[in-house]
């Protein structure tokens, strides 16, 4: 092999009405008898034609025969969307969404040469993230947990599923979630990592060259917004996509993908 692909997802929220799904899916499957079978909606629907023409870019990037590339995957949690705060935005069994999360995952880690998981915000991931765990445990990943700091080809990258971005699109957290990493990644007498990646807050947030010798990135989701969404923050909407690294070179092509369907309207009368 010839160089790593790294490929980070987060925040896939599946089993939300507003989160990934496939094309088609089945419900109320702890009983053949009443078992349905479910078609994606428009917002979905966009969301799987991202999604699929994300991997397509990874393996693009892989390439092909003797010289392809090893490819790592990570996704920095909040895979499922559980069922929380009597919310009716989402699929109403907790293992029906599992058995998306994993038919939606499984191809993916198949073809990757390693697999992690980070464990995100209990309200999705479950009590003490035990339907998160699970899965990960399911889809064989090398590890999983609240923080994992891997070490690819001599590029460093710290990831956690929580952390800040700014909350309005003009404003920016990078610089205080980068400084906080360095003072604890100082304390403890460890070098810097290159990269910090953070999920969670479902925008893109970025501290550029403001820290030096790292670098804190906030991810996209795979999640357009929910009614909570639209109540606490009513002028920004998720960002969708994922983050890419080709031999340790940030790849931010497929970051934000545009033409969401639930872009504000304007309508002539």
Request: overall charge neutral; charged content about 20%.
């Amino acid at each position: 092999m010839s160089g790593t692909v790294l490929a980070i997802i987060s925040d896939t929220h599946i089993g939300s009405t507003t989160g990934l799904a496939t094309p088609t899916y089945n419900i109320q499957t702890r009983d053949p008898n009443e078992t349905q079978e479910v078609q994606a909606n428009v917002l979905q629907r966009w969301l799987w034609e991202c999604w699929t023409d994300f991997w397509a870019y990874v393996r693009e990037k892989q390439g092909k025969g003797k010289n392809a590339k090893r490819l790592i995957v990570v996704h920095l949690g909040d895979v499922i969307d559980n069922v929380h705060h009597s919310s009716t935005q989402v699929i109403p069994e907790v293992g029906d969404q599992m058995t998306l999360a994993y038919q939606i995952l499984e191809p993916i880690v198949h073809r990757a040469n390693a697999f992690f998981g980070i464990l995100g915000t209990p309200t999705h991931a479950g009590i003490d993230h035990s339907h998160e765990a699970k899965l990960y445990r399911e889809l064989g990943a090398q590890d999983y947990g609240q923080q994992l700091t891997l070490d690819i080809d001599g590029t460093s990258f710290d990831f956690a599923h929580h952390g800040r971005a700014g909350g309005r699109p003009w404003t920016s957290a990078g610089a205080n979630v980068a400084t906080e990493v360095a003072i604890d990644y100082a304390t403890r007498g460890k070098p810097l990592p290159n990269y910090i990646i953070r999920g969670h807050r479902h925008v893109i947030d970025d501290s550029g060259l403001k820290i030096p010798g790292t670098r804190a990135i906030s991810l996209p989701a795979w999640q357009l917004r929910t009614s909570y969404g639209h109540r606490v923050s009513p002028t920004v909407r998720s960002d969708i996509g994922g983050l890419i690294f080709v031999d340790g070179v940030l790849d931010d092509t497929k970051m934000r993908y545009k033409g969401q369907p639930d872009e504000r309207k304007v309508i002539k009368v």
